[in-house]
C-alpha cells in the first residue's frame, strides 16, 4: 500500500496496520499524529482522563525497530487505541470515574488491556467515563460535532475519542447498551459481544450479570479487525444471510430520521437478496421495567457490600438506585428474573427463524446533554431508561449486538442502527452490519 494525500491511515484502522507493515509510515510517525490531535483537542473535548504520551512513543519506537529487524508482527502492530478508564491499565490511575478511587492505580493489566497490548496495540490514553458507569451521558464530555449534544455513555469518552480522531481503536463497556449508546451519538460503531466472549477480569463492575466489554471504531471493518485479534480468531466464513428480522414495534417508538435510516438499510438488505420479515420482540414498555428492577437489585447488592463506606461518593443517581433497591422485595427479585428468562427465550426464538435481528440503537435523534427528559412516542420519559430503551434488552439476553451509522442517511448522528445475532454469532452480525453500512 501507498501512502496518498488523504492519508487514509489517519481514520482507518485497516489502513493504518496495511501503512505500518507496507513502511510507508512508521509507527512514531502514525502515533506521533494522534498524540497531537489529543494535545490541540482534548483540553476543550476532555474525552480522555489521561494521556499516555510517553509510554505511547516508547512502545513506537520499539515497534519501529522490530519492523527494521524485519520481525514478524502482531495483528494490530501500531494502531494508536484508547481504554476506558474502568479497564486496569498497569501504572495509571484507573477510577472508573469515582473520586474514592482516584489512588487506584493497578501494577498490572486487565486482561482486556493486555490482550491489546499483545495484540500490538499501542494505548495513547484512558477514556472518560460517567462515574463508576451509572449513567447514559458522559457530562465531562463534549461532543466533537456539536456541544449541546451528548456523547452517551457510559463510554462516551471512548466514543468521543474515536470521532474527535484521537485513535482508531477503542474500548467500552456495557450494561445497558454502553458501547453502543455512544456510538450511536457519536456516528461511530461499537459492538456488545455475546455475554462472556471477552473477559471482564480487571474490570470495576456495574452489574455482573449484564457487563459486557467489547471493541469500538470508526468502521465495521475497523471493529471486525479488533473483535478478531481480542479473540485470537481468524476470519471465520460465514454464510450470506437470507433472512432479518424486524419489530415494527421497535422502530415506530423512534424519531423520523431514525425511522429513515432503518428504512434505507432493509432496503439495502433487501437489494442484497436478504429478506426482510417481521418478527414480535418483548414489548419495550416490559423491557425496560425488567431491566431497570434487576439493575438496581444487583448494582446495589454488589456496591453497598463492597464499599460500605464510600457510597456517598457515588453519583446521585446511583444513590437514587441503591434506596429504591432496599424497597424491593426478594419475591419480587425473583419474579423478575423469571421474566428475563422468558424473554430470552422469545430473543432465541426469533433467531431460530432469521439470521439475525435489525433494530435503531436509540430512540431520540442527536439527544441533548443537557436533557433530564427524553420525549418518546409525545411521552416524557427519564433519560437514562429512554436512552437504554432499545439496546437494553440483549444485555439480559447475552446476544452479541453491534451498532452502526447507515452512510447516506439524512443525518450521521442520527442514523444509528444495531444489527443482533446468536451468541456466538459475532462474525454473523459483522457481516450483516457491513451490509448495512455501505
Known amino acids: 500500500m501507498s501512502a496518498d494525500t488523504k492519508q487514509p491511515f489517519d481514520t482507518s484502522a485497516m489502513a493504518a496496520l496495511a501503512a505500518i507493515r507496507g513502511r510507508d509510515i512508521s509507527a512514531q510517525e502514525l502515533i506521533s499524529r494522534f498524540l497531537a490531535r489529543i494535545e490541540h483537542d482534548n483540553g476543550h473535548l476532555h474525552a480522555l482522563r489521561h494521556g499516555l504520551s510517553e509510554q505511547a512513543m516508547q512502545d513506537a519506537a520499539a515497534l519501529d525497530m522490530s519492523i527494521r529487524a524485519g520481525e514478524n508482527l502482531p495483528v494490530l502492530a501500531g494502531l494508536p487505541v484508547v481504554v476506558k478508564e474502568n479497564c486496569d491499565t498497569a501504572g495509571v490511575s484507573c477510577s472508573a470515574g469515582l473520586a474514592f478511587r482516584t489512588t487506584h492505580v493497578p501494577a498490572g493489566d486487565s486482561w482486556i488491556t493486555a490482550r491489546l497490548r499483545a495484540a500490538g496495540a499501542i494505548i495513547v490514553g484512558l477514556s472518560v467515563s460517567d462515574p463508576g458507569a451509572f449513567g447514559t451521558r458522559t457530562a465531562e464530555v463534549t461532543h466533537p460535532a456539536d456541544p449541546d449534544l451528548t456523547v452517551g455513555g457510559s463510554s462516551g469518552g471512548s466514543g468521543a475519542a474515536l470521532a474527535a480522531g484521537f485513535c482508531l481503536g477503542a474500548i467500552g463497556t456495557d450494561t445497558g447498551g454502553s458501547i453502543r449508546i455512544p456510538s450511536a451519538c457519536c456516528g461511530t460503531v461499537g459492538l456488545k459481544p455475546s455475554f462472556g466472549a471477552l473477559s471482564m477480569e480487571g474490570i470495576f463492575p456495574l452489574v455482573k450479570s449484564l457487563d459486557h466489554v467489547g471493541p469500538m471504531a470508526r468502521s465495521v471493518d475497523d471493529v471486525a479487525v479488533l473483535w478478531r485479534a481480542l479473540t485470537l480468531a481468524p476470519p471465520v466464513p460465514v454464510s450470506k444471510p437470507r433472512r432479518v428480522g424486524y419489530d415494527p414495534a421497535w422502530i415506530e417508538c423512534a424519531d423520523a430520521p431514525?425511522?429513515?435510516?432503518?428504512?434505507?438499510?432493509?432496503?439495502?438488505?433487501?437489494?442484497n437478496n436478504v429478506q426482510a420479515v417481521e418478527v414480535k420482540l418483548p414489548a419495550l414498555d416490559d423491557v425496560v421495567s425488567m431491566h431497570g428492577r434487576i439493575f438496581l437489585v444487583e448494582a446495589a447488592a454488589y456496591h453497598c457490600a463492597q464499599h460500605p463506606t464510600d457510597i456517598d461518593a457515588y453519583p446521585a443517581l446511583a444513590r437514587d438506585w441503591f434506596a429504591a433497591a432496599r424497597e424491593m422485595s426478594v419475591g419480587a427479585y425473583v419474579d423478575v428474573c423469571v421474566e428475563r428468562a422468558a424473554m430470552t427465550r422469545a430473543v432465541d426464538s426469533v433467531l431460530q427463524n432469521v439470521d439475525a435481528i435489525l433494530a435503531p440503537t436509540l430512540c431520540v435523534a442527536r439527544p441533548e446533554k443537557a436533557a433530564e427528559l427524553l420525549a418518546i412516542t409525545g411521552v416524557q420519559q427519564d433519560f437514562t431508561m429512554g436512552m437504554v430503551r432499545l439496546t437494553c434488552l440483549f444485555n439480559h439476553t447475552g446476544h452479541p449486538a453491534v451498532s452502526l451509522p447507515v452512510?447516506?442517511?439524512?443525518?450521521?448522528?442520527?442514523?444509528?442502527?444495531?444489527?443482533?445475532?446468536?451468541?456466538?454469532?459475532?462474525?454473523?452480525?459483522?457481516?450483516?452490519?457491513?451490509?448495512?453500512s455501505v
Not at 431514525?258 to 437489494?271: G, S, T
Open 407 to 436: 452512510h447516506g442517511a439524512s443525518d450521521p448522528l442520527a442514523s444509528s442502527l444495531q444489527v443482533i445475532g446468536p451468541k456466538g454469532g459475532e462474525e454473523r452480525v459483522l457481516g450483516m452490519a457491513r451490509m448495512v
Open 258 to 271: 431514525i425511522r429513515d435510516a432503518m428504512r434505507l438499510a432493509l432496503e439495502r438488505l433487501v437489494e
